[in-house]
Every structure is written in C-alpha cells, then in structure tokens.
C-alpha cells in the first residue's frame, strides 16, 4: 500500500523491529479483509443471482444506486454484463455472473496509482476535502500507523487555521500518534504553516510531513484559489511536493461527491481519494463514479474509530460488499 | 445533466401537442427522465419510485391543451407534487410555555451538529432569548474548545463540564443551571455518531429522556447521498426528532436527502445553513428546495435578498441615470457594492435558474478579489474623476495605480470597460437586451474581460 522508496531497505536492514511490525499489521488486515468477503460473496449470490432474468438486472441496478454509485456508472455497470451474459460471453451461472460483476467493479474502482508515494524525503502529504469529511481523523490515523506501526518520524501541520480550536484536535491526534506538531495562531496563513513545518522537517531529518487543511466547500472560490496556493508554497520548500494530495470523501455523500472531487482535482490535483466513514450503512458507491469518471484511485478507507480502522482499500472487497444487503 | 430536465421533458414531450392529452407513452418517457434527475439529485432510489408511480397518475390524461407546451406544465406537476411531498409551507419550532425551552441536536459526525448549535443560538439571540448552550460532546477530541468558541461568538452561554463527565450527566447538570440562571432556551450539542452504534444511540435516548426536550433537532448533510433515509429512521427510533436542520446547502448539492428524509419520517425539515458564518441560517421553504432539486434556481431568496438589500428610491434615481446615460463611475461602485451585499457572486449566479445553458456563467471562476481591486481602483479617483473618466490622462493614471496598489493597466482596462458598459446602458434604455457574452464580460466573469474597442 505504501511505497517507501529509498526508505524500505534502509529500515529493513537497520531496523528488523519496524519492519517486522509492519508486516503484523497488514496480515492483520488481509485476515479480516478475506474474512468479510467470503461473508460477503457468499450474500450476493444468495440474494441476487439465484436466476438469472430481467428481474436480476432490475435488483442489481437498484443495488448499486441504493449505493450511491449513481445512474452514469450504474447503467455502464449493467449493461455491460448483461450484454457480456447475452453474448454468451459469461455463462448464465449465478455463481459465475456474480464474480465477473465483482471483476467489472474491481476494474472500474482500481484506476491510476493506488500505492500511496512516501519516498519524498521527507515526504509531504496534505489531505483535502469539504467540512465534516473526517480529514483531521484520517491524518490522526495515517501519523499513528507511519510512526508506531512503522517507526517513522512524522510532523502534522495545523494548516486548517479556520475553524474554531482544529489545531487542538490535530494536536491531541499528535500527541497520540507521537508526532510532532507545528502550528500558528487561529486565523494565520495556512500556507505560512505548512512551509514552516516542511522547514522544520527537513532541520529535523523527519520522514514525513502530513498537511491538515481548513474543510472547504468546493463552491468556494477564494478557498479554493487559497488551497492552490498552499500547495504552491509547499512546493517552493520542495518542487515535486506535496507528494500525495488526498482527498477525504464521506461514505454517506451522495453524487455531489463527484462535483467535489472534480472541484478538488481541479485546483490542487488529487493523487487519491480517502472513503471516510465506512463502517456506518452507507457503502460510498460515489467512490467508483469517482474512479470510473474521473480516474482519481481510491487508496484508503476508514471504517471506524479506532486507530487501527484505517485500511488500504481492497477492489475486489469493496465490490463484494458494495452489493451486500 | 438537472439543469436541463426541463429542456429534456420538453423535447420528449414536443409533439403531445397536437393530440391535446398525455398518452401513457408520453407520460413514461417524461418518468424516465424526472427518475433520473431525482436520482442524480440523491432523492432516494424508493422515493423517487413510489414519487414517479403517484405522479404518473396525476399527468395521465392530464390537459396539456392551454398550457404553452406539454414539458413545462409536467415540470409543473412534478414542482408542486415535490414541493407538497417536502411539507407545504414551513414548519415551527416548538417552544415551552415557561422555563427553559430545550432543544436537543443530534446527528452523524461531520454533518454540522456544532455549528448547527451556535447558528440556532445566534437565531434566538436576534429574538432577544437568552441562550445556553449545553457541551455533551465528550468523543471527538476538542468539539469542547470548539463550542465554546463559536457558542461565545453567538453570544450564548455554554455548559461545559470538559470531556471527563458523562455526557447524560452534563445534560441534566445544564439544564438544571439554565432553570435557575432563567435562560429562556437550552441547547444540547451532542456527539455525532453512527446511527448503528447501539450504545451511543441509547446515551442519545437517555439524553432524550433526562432532559426532555421540547424540540429534538436531526442535523444532515445537504450532501448526503442514497443512505440517508436509514439514517433518518435509526434516529427517529432513538431520538424520535421533530425537525431536520439541513446543512452545507451553500454547496451545489442538490440536497435530495431533504426530500428522502421527510418522505420517510414525514418530519418537516424546519432550518437550513447556507454558509461558514454564524448568520448563515434561514428558515427551510420546501417550495424553493423543491425547484433547487428540479434545478431550477432559487429566484425567490434571490428576490428577497436582493429586496433587503437595495432601496427602491436609490433603484429609481439609478434607472434614471441610465436613461439619461449620466451613469458614473461613483454610481457604479455603489451598485457593485451593493450587489455584494447580498453574498458572494458566485453563490448568487448559483441562484439564478438555466445557468445550465449559460455556461460562461455557470463554470465562470468569480474572483472577489478582483472586484476589491476595482474598488480600490475607484476609491483613488477623485469625484471629478469618477464623474468624467475621460479626465483621466497620464499622470492620472500612474496616482491612481499608484494609490490603489494596482497597475496603470488595471486603471486602464477598468476605464475600457466603464465605457462599454454605458454603451450597453444606453442599448438598454433603448430597449435592447445585451446578449450573455457581454454580461459576462462586465461582471468580471468571463475568463478575463476581453476589451474590444468599437
């Protein structure tokens, strides 16, 4: 999921016990991953595909609709495996139609670069989004998981100098996550802030630097104009900075999910999307019309509040549990 | 693809015309695309069945003779049977007869309960009402700090116990001091949580039952997608709310969550937030909601906003300045500001319906700052200056530049594009419409204004 460059083997090497833990986790996450989606696949085929009719395609539009996936991305979905089963290019098998859709979906979810580039050194992140999205939890999360899990010296900017007492949460999230942080007074240039701490990241020596921004409604223009600009200004510490622009997507949001996203990529060109808030009964369908229209990955997922329920984003689980009852 | 669901009714339905009634053919094409727009607008996928299902009924048969065309009068149909399904005309809180009115406010995390909180606060406190604010938010780190903040900014008092107590606890604790310092309305902030997070949606009931609210608030998301409907009904279980506050609908979200949620619960929703700033709050009108999710544009808040903004007797003086071509520069810098009153231009183009069409408006990237820049530019002119731009020569331009913190090519192209615009004054007042092209250009939309000479 993480791409360390340079990084990997100097630890791997020097330091067996990071690495090590690493690996923990993620069998701790393919275990429970598999587990799901065994659950899962083993649903879809009992509700969905028990014969194979225009009732079939009927349901299975309205799945993926009641997911948020919207109408586009819907009826390309549908479609095509119907016509694929017409054809005869897929047996009219239940068993068989269920795992060419988990396919169709898995290829429409995984699009572009979906390892999350950390080879800057240090390397700079910044998380954008609309208000109430999850940004500041998600970079709680990431910054727990790189310096405990990973043993990386990690530096959280205070860029969101917006809304009322952000930096203390980012803050209590730091102190958790033994991250350092850096920050400036309630209403000071974002841009100021994240300058600042990429400066003192590299005085340092840190790996990595993880830029929280104010949430932003991507119909506002000035916000948007300043959100360019504090990108512009990280990279004048480092050209090829913020290596990662991610940007939080709340699983509940509806097609306007897509708008933000377009928005977003616009002014500050987005790596990635963060599925926030999936642990809820929202399945974050916008995801795949974000992937499928705009070609921007989903590269994590948060399913919980706990510091261990951030999660690479699996395709082939996502698909399987985007059609679960 | 909304903004043209008229349109789009309108060529399926072009030769209904000639026969004078909607045939069920006709009346299925038009469903399939209301089905689509409401779906594009996140109206529930059941919603919008059972919706299109009673609203064929209705434009079955239905008399398409007098109206202009058969495409505006299903828009019609559909407006209002939207419009009726959202709650008719708008809703009131209920207060308490003597005490402490208490309102409670729950919600998912992220849908803008705190802010909610502070907004509803500063609403009463425009009333005169004594406002409390009770801090039951112990989960997310800082919504405490937070609070207080924006509550204090609203001018209410909060109840804060930090984030040790129990959150039951705090609000019986708060609502017994709002009792005795006689505050006359008691808000209760609560955690954001998942409407499947069994413990926490009984703490909210415990809540509920402790305090006993006269008013039980649901916080949501303009945003939120196909999902909200469950989320309504978890929490009309738990919390049994009276009202919706719908959030974020400053953003270009259609917002059928509104819709779902009160077809679902038949809960009216009584406030919406349309903007970062604590004034930011109005009433809900289901009717202007109903024509948002239609994309048809809010003329009617753009009416009133721009009825509380502008004096009829300034409007007159101006339509007679541009009669008689006497427009200047001074009176262009009052209009602009006034313009501004009413919020920030890109929201009110969102306001006017078919921008769809008008593109140029529509994806215009408006930059405030550069009507703070013709301000500027027009504050350093003298009043003869601004009176007869022609004045400005040389030497003129390079004080003005000089005193704005503009460049003489800003100066310059700001005189260019007065004078255009009181060529196209005088084309009005002769009774030509300017086409959107030039519109574009004088706000400052277009991409940048490009300066023809004539």
Redesign the interface.
């Known amino acids: 999921m993480i791409d360390l460059g340079s990084r990997v083997s100097a630890n791997a090497s020097t330091e067996a016990e990071p690495e090590e833990q690493r690996r923990g986790v993620f069998r701790r996450l393919r275990e429970s991953l598999s587990k799901s989606r065994q659950a899962l696949a083993e649903e879809i085929s009992a509700s969905l595909f028990d014969r194979i009719d225009e009732e079939t395609w009927e349901r299975l539009e309205?799945a993926l609709?009641?997911?948020?996936a919207?109408?586009p991305t819907t009826a390309a979905v549908v479609e095509r495996l119907e016509h694929e089963v017409d054809s005869g290019a897929v047996p009219a098998d239940g068993a068989l139609v269920r795992d060419r859709l988990i396919e169709i979906l898995a290829e429409v979810a995984s699009t572009g670069r979906a390892r999350i580039d950390l080879s800057g050194e240090p390397a700079v992140l910044m998380l954008v989004g609309?208000?109430?999205?999850?940004k500041t939890t998600t970079i709680g999360k990431i910054a727990w998981h790189l310096s405990k899990e990973m043993g990386l010296s990690v530096i959280l900017a205070a860029a969101d100098t917006y809304?009322?007492?952000?930096a203390?949460?980012l803050?209590?999230?730091a102190q958790r996550a033994g991250a350092d942080l850096i920050r400036g007074e309630e209403g000071a240039d974002p841009g100021a802030v994240a300058f600042d701490a990429i400066s003192a990241a590299r005085a340092r020596g840190a790996d990595v630097v993880i830029v929280d921004t104010a949430g932003r409604?991507?119909?506002?223009?000035?916000l948007m104009?300043e959100l360019a600009k504090v990108k512009r200004v990280i990279a004048k510490q480092i050209p090829e900075a913020p290596h990662e622009t991610l940007i939080s997507i709340?699983a509940?949001?509806?097609?306007?999910?897509l708008?933000?996203a377009k928005v977003f990529s616009e002014s500050v060109d987005l790596d990635g999307v963060v599925l926030t808030?999936l642990?809820?009964?929202?399945?974050g369908?916008?995801a795949l019309a974000i992937a499928s229209e705009l070609e921007i990955p989903v590269k994590l997922i948060g399913v919980g509040e706990t510091l261990e329920d951030l999660r690479p984003f699996d395709p082939g689980e996502y698909a399987a549990a985007l059609l679960a009852e | 693809m909304f903004d043209q669901l008229s349109d789009r009714l309108q060529s399926t339905l072009s030769d209904v015309r000639s026969r004078g009634k909607l045939s069920e053919s006709d009346v299925d094409a038009a469903m399939r695309e209301i089905r689509l727009a409401l779906l594009e607008a996140d109206v529930n996928f059941k919603v919008v069945k059972s919706f299109t299902k009673a609203l064929k009924e209705r434009c079955l048969g239905s008399d398409v003779l007098n109206s202009l065309d058969p495409g505006q009068q299903v828009v019609k149909i559909v407006k209002e049977e939207l419009a009726s399904l959202m709650g008719g005309t708008g809703s009131e809180l209920a207060m308490a007869h003597s005490g402490p009115t208490v309102i409670l406010m729950a919600g998912l995390q992220g849908s803008g309960k705190t802010t909610a909180c502070a907004k509803l606060a500063l609403h009463f406190r425009k009333m005169n009402k004594d406002v409390g604010i009770a801090a039951c938010d112990v989960y997310r780190p800082a919504a405490v700090p937070q609070l207080v903040t924006v509550g204090e900014r609203a001018g209410a008092h909060v109840y804060e116990k930090g984030t040790d107590a129990d959150p039951v606890e705090i609000a019986e604790w708060a609502l017994q001091l709002a009792k005795t310092e006689r505050r006359d309305v008691l808000i209760v902030d609560t955690a954001g949580r998942l409407h499947v997070d069994q413990d926490l949606m009984s703490e909210l009931s415990q809540i509920r039952k402790k305090t006993k609210p006269h008013d039980v608030l649901l916080v949501v998301d303009a945003m939120t997608g196909q999902d909200a409907v469950g989320v309504a009904e978890s929490f009309a279980e738990a919390a049994e709310f009276d009202g919706v506050v719908m959030t974020k609908l400053d953003g270009d979200a259609r917002g059928g969550a509104a819709l779902s949620v009160k077809a679902v619960t038949g809960k009216p929703i009584l406030f919406a937030s349309t903007g970062e700033k604590l004034e930011d709050f109005d009433k809900f009108h289901p009717d202007r909601m109903a024509q948002r999710i239609l994309g048809m544009g809010d003329v009617l808040t753009l009416i009133e906003k721009a009825e509380a903004q502008v004096d009829e007797k300034q409007a007159a003086d101006l339509q007679e300045k541009m009669r008689k071509d006497q427009f200047t520069l001074e009176d262009f810098l009052q209009q602009m500001r006034q313009v501004r009153k009413m919020g920030p231009l890109s929201g009110i183009i969102g306001m006017l319906p078919g921008m769809g069409a008008m593109k140029q408006l529509k994806d215009a990237d408006i930059d405030e700052r550069e009507l703070d820049r013709t301000e500027a530019i027009i504050l350093s002119m003298t009043p003869a200056e601004r009176v007869d731009p022609h004045l400005i020569n040389g030497s003129r331009r390079k004080r003005i530049a000089n005193g704005s913190g503009t460049r003489v090519q800003h100066v310059n192209q700001l005189v260019k594009q007065f004078d255009q615009m009181r060529v196209m004054m005088r084309s009005m007042a002769n009774g030509k419409m300017p086409d959107a092209q030039q519109m574009a250009q004088l706000s400052g939309a277009a991409p940048r204004p490009k300066v023809r000479r004539r």
């Open positions: 309205q609709i009641l997911a948020d919207g109408a609309v208000n109430g999205t999850g809304r009322a007492a952000a203390e949460q803050a209590e999230w409604l991507h119909t506002q223009s000035n104009e709340d509940t949001t509806g097609q306007n999910g708008r933000q808030k642990d809820g009964t929202a399945k369908g916008i």
